[in-house]
């Protein structure tokens, strides 16, 4: 009888098991919306881009609004002060990229930051008014408006001023970044609104320099802040703390029209920013790769998955030193780079038993860079249409230069450009001549802003912040989604890894499993997981069979989603 007991317990136990095997795990879906969603880095920006497109405006309208509301909102990347990229798809699948980034000003030499010794001077391509670089979003927002906008600019812009003038309540991480850079904004001269009230979680913080600052955007126009007022306020403040922009710099500055980077992967159409960003070029390059693999054939995030992911990230970013810059200014085998030839080639010497060494393939050694001071927004409005925006300040709040009477902080952009050849930037990343200094260059960057598209039509919108971390984390969601069928929200929750060739680590988030260090570390890989508290920031839409759209808000900050 025992035995019998025991043989029925076992074997409902072995049923119950198989079932549960048998059963999917249940999957875990973001927000759901029928036919339209913003993605931001605050609830209050992606509730603005959404309310715009209930009132009949499109991505673009809901872009300008979205992105104004994140300068309020998110001050810590959210910018009129700084620059970045748009990629768009529309409905009808034309594509294209804007390009807003800062440039150097006129005034910039090749050795600007750098001592009599030819040493670089620490800091000062990274804070303070030297660092400063031309900003280029409000050209880039008139520039979007001009092409697409349907709905007036003063209605864009309106909510941002009122919400400057409301206030905007301090969350739990936005007081902690506060308290972090405090001393920072000392060093910039920075003192009344960051610096007079230590500000806690719950604290509503009002804009009202910033509102006035929008207000004469709203009623001037673009000239306002290139040629205005505002640039008057702009020029003398960055006079004043020893800057070299002048109102020359500002009245020349024009955002250009790119086009994007356009590239199959495993039957996907891929479109990413071109140069003067190394997104699309580097994410092609490591998933042209990768693409003969079968990566489905490894378990996500197993050992093979990160070792032959780490071999094309590494090649990939060599790269990106020796042949990326603003393209202007260098020529770019953009078509070599990502030919499948070239990149069969550069993957030939990849070994299964053994690590390859960053050294054997250039030689360079490096410090660490972390976090995530950019921000990413994905749109699609009902119509069909896509955007997806990656826009910074660079570091966290910039060069904390904030602008006092005007409101908003300026960006520390002259540090994406390659100080000295072979010194890595905040992000660790080296830079050789295509990315030297030069006056009116566009520094190099790494910012993704992307757009998957299958079987003609659109499928997923993303991008994230992290600086040099930007690349693998778009690569990984795309992989994520495409070979490994997670939902957008899955995807975007999942830990990640980075390689960036120098240093040659494998960075991982805390979360990651630590089950394969071992064996990483014995085919020769080192592991750093002190330095990379997060690895990107990524907000992303995905298309579900149905048509509705799911929204992926990361949830390593105050991200969300919002639709109708
Ligand atoms: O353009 C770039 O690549 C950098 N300026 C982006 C900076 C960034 O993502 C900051 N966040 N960590």
């Excluded at 850079?181 to 009344?192: L, P, V």
């Excluded at 126009?221 to 020893?242: C, E, S």
């Excluded at 499928?459 to 690349?471: D, N, Y």
């Excluded at 490994?484 to 929750?493: A, G, I, L, P, R």
Aim: with cysteine; net charge neutral.
């Amino acid at each position: 009888m025992k035995n019998i007991i025991f043989l029925l317990i076992v074997s409902s136990l072995f049923i119950q098991c198989k079932q549960e095997i048998k059963q999917p795990k249940e999957k875990q879906f973001g927000l759901i919306a029928d036919s339209a969603m913003v993605v931001s880095a605050r609830i209050e920006a992606s509730n603005i881009g959404v309310a715009i497109m209930e009132q009949g405006g499109n991505a673009f309208d809901a872009t300008i609004a979205t992105s104004l509301a994140l300068v309020v909102t998110y001050p810590f990347a959210g910018n009129i002060g700084g620059g970045g990229f748009m990629v768009y798809r529309l409905n009808d699948g034309n594509t294209g990229a804007l390009d807003y980034r800062e440039k150097a000003p006129i005034a910039a030499t090749r050795d600007m930051y750098l001592d009599a010794e030819g040493k670089v001077i620490e800091g000062k391509s990274t804070l303070g008014a030297m660092a400063v670089g031309v900003p280029g979003t409000v050209a880039g927002l008139f520039e979007i408006h001009r092409k697409f906008g349907t709905i007036p600019f003063e209605k864009l812009i309106q909510p941002a001023i009122d919400l400057a003038e409301k206030g905007v309540v301090v969350t739990e991480k936005q007081a902690k970044r506060l308290a972090r850079y405090r001393t920072f904004f000392k060093e910039a001269n920075n003192r009344k609104i960051f610096l007079d009230t230590v500000w806690q979680a719950g604290d509503t913080i009002k804009y009202m320099a910033l509102a006035e600052t929008l207000k004469r955007i709203r009623d001037q126009g673009r000239d306002d802040f290139y040629k205005g007022a505002t640039a008057d306020i702009m020029v003398d403040y960055i006079k004043q703390l020893g800057g070299i922009i002048t109102k020359e710099d500002l009245a020349k500055y024009e955002s250009k029209w790119r086009d994007p980077i356009s590239f199959s992967y495993d039957g996907n159409k891929i479109i990413s920013m071109s140069p003067p960003s190394s997104g699309g070029i580097c994410i092609a390059q490591i998933l042209k790769s990768i693409e003969s693999y079968n990566i489905e054939q490894y378990k996500h995030n197993s050992t093979e998955y990160i070792q032959l992911i780490t071999e094309a990230e590494r090649r990939a970013y060599a790269d990106r030193a020796h042949f990326l810059g603003d393209p202007d200014f260098v020529d770019i085998p953009v078509d070599s780079l990502i030919g499948e030839s070239y990149l069969t080639s550069r993957m030939a010497n990849f070994n299964w038993n053994k690590a390859t060494a960053s050294s054997s393939i250039l030689h360079g050694t490096i410090n660490v860079y972390e976090s995530n001071e950019t921000t990413h927004y994905s749109i699609i409005d009902k119509f069909g249409n896509a955007v997806s925006v990656t826009t910074t300040l660079n570091g966290a709040y910039g060069s904390k230069v904030y602008v006092e009477k005007g409101g908003f902080f300026l960006n520390n952009e002259m540090d994406d450009l390659s100080v000295k050849p072979g010194v890595p930037n905040m992000f660790g990343l080296i830079g050789a001549e295509a990315n030297a200094i030069a006056p009116e260059k566009r520094m190099l960057s790494s910012m993704t802003p992307t757009i998957v598209e299958k079987n003609g039509k659109l499928k997923m919108v993303l991008g994230s912040p992290g600086g040099s971390t930007i690349i693998t984390s778009v690569m990984q969601n795309i992989l994520n989604v495409l070979e490994y069928d997670m939902t957008m929200q899955e995807s975007v929750s999942k830990p990640r890894f980075h390689h960036q060739w120098l240093p040659d680590d494998i960075k991982f988030e805390p979360l990651f499993d630590t089950l394969t260090f071992a064996p990483l570390r014995k085919l020769g890989y080192k592991i750093d997981q002190s330095n990379s508290p997060v690895i990107g920031k990524v907000d992303a839409i995905l298309v579900l069979p149905d048509g509705k759209l799911e929204g992926g808000a990361d949830p390593r900050g105050d991200d969300k989603a919002a639709g109708f």
